[in-house]
């Protein structure tokens, strides 16, 4: 039963975004900024799942949890790469948005494709230092010859439980990160959208208001989906709500990221629609 739900969420999971990846790469009308950092979030929710579920497929299957120390850190460092990312890209999304809502008719210039791969090149990279240092640390721990993580997969709360030496190196970094890209990034998002919503108010029309904010309803949604979990989760010292928590973070919003911006996007239908017809 197990197996089945996993292999299910997995499956809609590539299912949700493997067809926006390709949507936007086929539909020249969704080359903008806002469907580059889109078609970049779907990306990573494929590759973030893929660090996590096959192996938990394999588990379910076989009943093997073992797992080497090197393909434990392997999978740290890709969890901790790609959810680092993805705060990062969804940070760069809010500023797409404010310059979208804030300055509307210097949009096109401002986000230019140079600046859309200065936000986007720096988020991939940083998370990928940021998992170095991170898997670095974890490779310094020291465990017992065989160590129990209270996980499905290479948790770094699990790991420092389990560490038998000095985890203070790894627990200041770990402070420190949550700040650059966790606390920052949502200070930025939350800065972004006083913004927003000041220039929507500033809207006369309450049609206008509506059309203006409902282009960033999408991303609000995805930001509370992916920051309310995290939050709760570092907030937490319950190992069973770590593992809840955990499954919510590395699922559900990977899963429900192409619903949301496919049911509450006109652009999106109608590029599907155009697509239909030109088969046709």
């Not at 006083?194 to 930001?223: A, E, P, Q, Y």
Request: charged share 10%; net charge positive; proline share 4%.
């Amino acid at each position: 039963m197990i197996l089945a739900a996993v292999l299910l969420i997995y499956l809609i999971i590539l299912c949700g975004n493997l067809p926006i990846i390709s949507l936007i790469c086929l539909e020249t009308r969704l080359h903008t900024s806002m469907y580059f950092f889109l078609c970049n979030l779907s990306t990573l929710d494929i590759l973030y799942v893929s660090t996590t579920l096959p192996k938990l497929i394999y588990i379910c299957h076989t009943g093997d949890h073992l797992m080497s120390h090197p393909t434990c850190l392997a999978q740290l460092y890709m969890y901790v790469w790609f959810a680092t990312t993805e705060s990062y890209l969804l940070t760069a999304m809010a500023i797409d948005r404010y310059v979208a809502v804030c300055f509307p008719l210097h949009y096109s210039l401002i986000m230019s494709k140079l600046v859309c791969v200065l936000l986007a090149f720096p988020a991939w990279f940083m998370a990928s230092v940021n998992a170095s240092i991170v898997t670095s640390l974890c490779y310094k721990l020291k465990f017992f010859s065989v160590v129990k993580v209270r996980n499905f997969f290479c948790d770094i709360k699990a790991l420092l439980l389990a560490a038998i030496n000095d985890t203070m190196p790894l627990r200041a970094h770990i402070f420190v990160s949550i700040v650059y890209t966790g606390v920052i990034p949502a200070c930025l998002i939350f800065a972004s959208y006083v913004c927003i919503i000041n220039s929507v108010l500033k809207i006369k029309s309450s049609v206008g208001r509506w059309k203006t904010f409902s282009s960033c309803s999408s991303h609000i949604t995805i930001v509370a989906l992916y920051f309310g979990p995290a939050i709760s989760l570092y907030m937490t010292d319950s190992l069973e709500q770590d593992v809840v928590l955990t499954g919510i973070y590395v699922t559900l919003v990977p899963m429900l990221n192409p619903l949301v911006y496919s049911l509450r996007n006109k652009d999106i239908k109608q590029a599907i629609r155009r697509i239909i017809y030109r088969e046709k």
